[in-house]
């Protein structure tokens, strides 16, 4: 049985590999305390496009920088992309630029990350490596999607190269134990050599996956230091170890490795959310890749029920290789012409408009906004469900997220105010659900840094509803715009900055209708007192 401790390479996606010295230290102490088979410290690569640590490159002189225990001697791998080394006119000189011979390197394992659409051209760098006296592995990613009779074309082909590993990874962390066995079963028929495993954490069986691998004959296993990795991780080492413990020529010692649990990992799991969740299940459950979650949880633009739509988005159109533009295409939930029946100038027309955000200066001043309401009779639009403000001085609710008017569908059914929503561009299960539900059909489609407003729709650069409220504002040609509640969020949270440039790329446009705050903002906006403005 071989354990390969992955953490300082997988776990790079969430640092950009820029390790703390006295982790690193402490960490490899803990590896050779194990007596773990091999380390797989990092990438190597010639990519550099941005700053990152040492560990996405982990070159020969940045390696010999470090306090390596002799134990682990022999012990040291690095991972190439498959991608940087597929095309066969330039994968010498590739190689030649990556490695030296083993004899001048610390390095003794090299593995190379292939999609299936690379592993065949990429194969022939097991005969350049081996030659300079290196140990070689292929990891084989997304072989789920594969037909079994491919995995074994596949695997007959590796055979006839000087391969000491073949991995294959649980790339979406989606595999049950049926369909691993009988991916394991296609493997053997074409590869009679070691066979490894890398699995994610995705619904939560990376463990048990491993476990029923190694049942099955894989005789490689990868972990991490509690499961540190992209996405939602990966099989945690200190259980590994344990697991398998009866397997293993060497058991090694626990205390070092639980002792930078403590002292390291949990907190920089803390920091960063790597670990299985409810996204990174659904990821797994519909074959989405990992990344867009990860994404999406570290930019706290995206909430809730922007996740859930990108996810659906994904569902249905593809997601098994991670693409930023796809995740920006993702996150714009109307397609098509915009389209909408109601005219919001037979009500709106040069009134003042209140718009309720769900900010704590709506609580806080509660009673000067009713005041205000009763006094200037404003015609007073609330933001999805929010209910500070007395029911009969608001005049409509609108919402414009697909996932937030469905989660807030009950709500809205029970709440007395017409709704302004892009009604007819919903999603039947939505239209069904607010059949008996006064709307206000206003239309919406979504263009970067574009504000355009129509009669029935309007063109905006998001679907914030903050924007679309805006929109429909000047769309019925209102004479001011009020905002209660839109406290603002700190200066180095991502939403503030999002609102900045919502409001700047407003002002921007031309014959926009003023706005002015009327409890205190931390935008960038005219402000008056609500006191002031109830004489």
Not at 129 to 154: H, R, S, T, W
Not at 172 to 186: D, E, F, H, V, W
Not at 454 to 469: A, F, G, R
């Amino acid at each position: 049985m071989i354990l390969l401790d992955c953490t300082l390479r997988d776990g790079g996606y969430y640092n950009k590999w820029d390790f703390d010295q006295n982790l690193v230290n402490d960490y490899l102490q803990a590896m050779d305390s194990l007596q773990i088979d091999f380390v797989e410290i990092g990438f190597r690569t010639l990519n550099n496009d941005s700053f990152k640590g040492g560990f996405a490159y982990s070159t020969d002189n940045f390696l010999n920088s470090l306090n390596i225990p002799i134990g682990l001697k022999n012990k040291i791998g690095v991972m190439i992309n498959g991608s940087e080394i597929a095309d066969k006119k330039t994968q010498k000189a590739c190689l030649q630029k990556l490695f030296n011979t083993k004899s001048e390197s610390p390095v003794s394992l090299v593995r190379i990350a292939c999609h299936v659409n690379e592993f065949l051209n990429c194969l022939p760098a097991s005969i350049w490596l081996k030659k300079q006296g290196y140990l070689v592995g292929f990891n084989l990613m997304q072989v789920a999607d594969c037909p079994l009779d491919e995995i074994f074309k596949f695997a007959k082909k590796a055979s006839s190269y000087p391969i000491d590993v073949l991995y294959f990874a649980d790339s979406m962390g989606s595999l049950q134990s049926t369909q691993l066995k009988k991916i394991i079963l296609a493997f053997r028929k074409g590869w009679k050599g070691s066979l490894g495993i890398h699995t994610h954490d995705n619904i939560g069986q990376a463990i048990n996956n491993s476990l029923a691998a190694v049942k099955s004959g894989v005789t490689w296993v990868d972990s991490t230091v509690t499961g540190m990795g992209r996405g939602p991780g990966n099989a945690q080492t200190e259980y590994v170890i344990l697991a398998l413990e009866n397997q293993r020529k060497h058991k090694g010692n626990y205390i070092r490795l639980f002792e930078i649990i403590q002292k390291y990992f949990k907190k920089m799991q803390n920091q960063y959310g790597w670990g299985t969740n409810p996204f990174y299940y659904l990821s797994g459950k519909y074959g989405i890749h990992p990344t867009y979650i990860q994404e999406m949880l570290n930019d706290k633009r995206y909430n809730e029920e922007d996740i859930l739509s990108v996810i659906e988005f994904l569902k249905i159109k593809g997601g098994k290789k991670f693409n930023i533009e796809n995740l920006k295409i993702a996150g714009q939930f109307y397609s098509g012409k915009p389209k909408g029946k109601w005219k919001p100038d037979k009500l709106l027309k040069d009134r003042e408009i209140l718009i309720l955000g769900s900010g704590p200066g709506i609580k806080k001043y509660k009673l000067a906004i009713e005041n205000f309401i009763e006094k200037k009779n404003p015609y007073v639009i609330a933001l999805n469900t929010q209910s500070n403000i007395q029911e009969n001085l608001i005049n409509a609710r609108a919402a414009s997220h697909p996932m937030r008017i469905l989660a807030d569908c009950k709500d809205h059914i029970n709440l007395p105010q017409p709704l302004i929503a892009p009604y007819s561009m919903l999603p039947d299960i939505l239209k069904l659900k607010l059949l008996n539900k006064e709307i206000y059909d206003f239309g919406i489609s979504i263009i970067n840094q574009k504000f355009k407003f129509n009669k029935s729709y309007c063109i905006l650069p998001n679907s914030l509803v903050i924007t679309y409220v805006l929109a429909v504002s000047n769309s019925g040609l209102a004479k001011m715009i009020n905002l209660a509640g839109f406290d603002g969020y700190s200066s180095d949270d991502p939403r503030s900055e999002e609102m900045e440039k919502i409001i700047k790329l407003y002002n921007e446009q031309p014959n926009t209708i003023p706005i002015k705050s009327i409890t205190p903002t931390k935008y960038k906006i005219k402000t008056q007192s609500i006191f002031g403005l109830n004489f």
